[in-house]
């Protein structure tokens, strides 16, 4: 069994010690349990972000699913990170890029700048990329476009049918799209999305 915050885990972002010390349930010990706890957590923000009428591309409301996805599990959830990462833009930078990121893709769906779902996989990708969290930020970004493809008459994304919380040969082709997208090919990840 992996420690809870085993660093060799290429499947979380490591947090800091203080984010670490924000862990709220205080019988988890095992990375299968934290696992667990957050899955089970992100199933009732899924539940209330699928009920939520809300205007979706706003700054509060990617702040308020993160915070339901995990707010049982973690005290800083719903919080923009204030740490550095070895991935993600600088963290000062967080609330503005976000805007901005809601803001474009507002353009691109009253534009039509791109189909439906390569809106959504875009978006997606650079949420993923400015990883605006401490964790959880590929769940919640994955959560975000299945919202947004909903809103826009899509049907939500199977993201290769599979876990991608769990090192696997799955989520490395998931990181291997998401590095496609980073290098501006989209492709690999809007096939992955629907694959």
Do not use: C
Not at 4 to 30: C, G, Q, V
Not at 58 to 77: G, I, Q, Y
Not at 109 to 115: E, N, V
Not at 164 to 189: C, F, M, T, V, W
């Amino acid at each position: 069994m992996s420690d809870i915050f085993d660093e060799s885990d290429d499947a979380a972002t490591p947090l800091t010690p203080e984010e670490k010390r924000d862990l709220i349930p205080t019988h988890i010990a095992l990375r299968r349990e934290l696992n667990l706890a957050e899955q089970e957590n992100i199933a009732l923000g899924s539940e209330w972000a699928l009920r939520s009428r809300q205007d979706i591309l706003t700054d509060r409301f990617v702040m308020e699913l993160h915070r339901r996805m995990l707010s049982d599990v973690w005290k800083w959830a719903g919080k923009y990170r204030t740490s550095e990462r070895n991935i993600g833009i600088d963290h000062w930078k967080i609330t503005m890029e976000v805007r901005n990121l809601l803001d474009d893709v507002k353009t691109q769906i009253d534009s039509k700048a791109y189909p439906p779902d390569e809106i959504t996989v875009r978006f997606h990708h650079r949420l993923v990329q400015f990883h605006p969290f401490p964790n959880g930020n590929g769940r919640h970004a994955r959560l975000m476009a299945d919202l947004l493809i909903k809103r826009l008459g899509g049907k939500p994304f199977s993201w290769g049918s599979g876990d991608l919380a769990d090192e696997s040969a799955l989520r490395k082709r998931y990181i291997a799209a998401l590095q496609a997208a980073d290098n501006h090919d989209i492709g690999p990840l809007l096939a992955f999305a629907r694959s």
